[in-house]
């Protein structure tokens, strides 16, 4: 289990979101633990390990060294990894594989195109903002409504039905919201705000139903007002994931600064063989 001190050390440290323990741990509804200077997930059965070094020098016999630790302690039967170079071992028994890049946008580094300032401007006019910490019934209807219109990957969904949960749990996660003169909800985003060096966009939808043009992008320049308000010159961007993501976080001036590789490994299989073969042998 992580300690106040360890949980402290480890968002002064934190460069990634995966490293943000209140998020890993209300999501996955796991306990958190600091091995080696990693982050590790357990739930169950199923280990999450964030193979980022929170000193930030990753080297892959190191990252294979505390993994097979983990592997004989914790003897999960699935493993999700998470980190810069996926090890080879971890390969042979992979079900799941994603390789990405993590966006970052650097207020200090950047400066918004006068064309993106004008059109909030105008967008202003029409819409309000608000910040919270109460999903709504009007939050879950968009999410719905996105869910249905979007053709999304297992993880991806698990993702977005947990939101209300988490940030009715979590200390450190705010709703940014755009209304319409009606009083609709258009469009949120979820941020958060755990890490000490940097802010999380976590999720954005906007609504087709009650859709208004470039709601997105107002709430992506509130964003960056109440993360600069914070003191705090990055914002976490999260991944590429596709080309129309990946143009609007660069339209932004998002960047990409660090690789991503995602597997998830079945260690079911690999204990159902070797039983077989010990049955086998007393045959």
Request: aromatic share 12%; charged share 25%; hydrophobic share 35%.
């Amino acid at each position: 289990m992580v300690s106040l001190k360890e949980e402290e050390f480890i968002l002064s440290n934190a460069y990634v979101p995966e490293h943000i323990v209140s998020l890993m741990s209300l999501i996955s509804k796991g306990e958190p633990f600091l091995i080696e200077g990693h982050l590790l997930i357990i739930r169950d059965n199923l280990a999450i390990f964030v193979g980022y070094p929170l000193d930030k020098n990753f080297s892959l016999k190191r990252c294979e060294h505390i993994l097979r630790g983990i592997l004989e302690r914790f003897k999960p039967e699935i493993l999700r990894f998470i980190g810069p170079e996926i090890p080879p071992f971890l390969l042979d028994l992979s079900i799941e594989r994603q390789t990405d890049q993590y966006y970052l946008l650097d207020l200090e580094q950047t400066k918004i195109k006068n064309s993106l300032i004008k059109l909030v401007q105008k967008v202003s006019s029409q819409l309000s903002f608000e910040i919270t910490k109460s999903y709504t019934k009007q939050h879950q209807e968009l999410v719905s409504e996105f869910m249905k219109k979007n053709n999304l990957i297992f993880r991806v969904k698990e993702l977005y039905k947990c939101m209300p949960d988490y940030v009715s749990h979590s200390k450190t996660a705010y709703l940014l919201n755009a209304v319409n003169k009606d009083g609709k909800l258009t469009a949120f985003y979820i941020l958060e705000v755990g890490a000490k060096k940097f802010n999380t966009y976590l999720v954005g939808v906007h609504s087709k139903k009650n859709y208004f043009p470039h709601a997105s992008d107002y709430l992506f320049y509130k964003m960056i007002e109440f993360t600069s308000e914070q003191g705090k010159s990055k914002i976490h961007l999260g991944l590429g994931v596709n080309e129309g993501i990946r143009r609007f976080k660069e339209k932004w001036g998002g960047i990409p600064f660090l690789h991503y590789e995602y597997c998830e490994c079945d260690y079911r299989s690999k204990n159902t063989l070797s039983l077989i073969k010990y049955l086998g042998g007393r045959l």
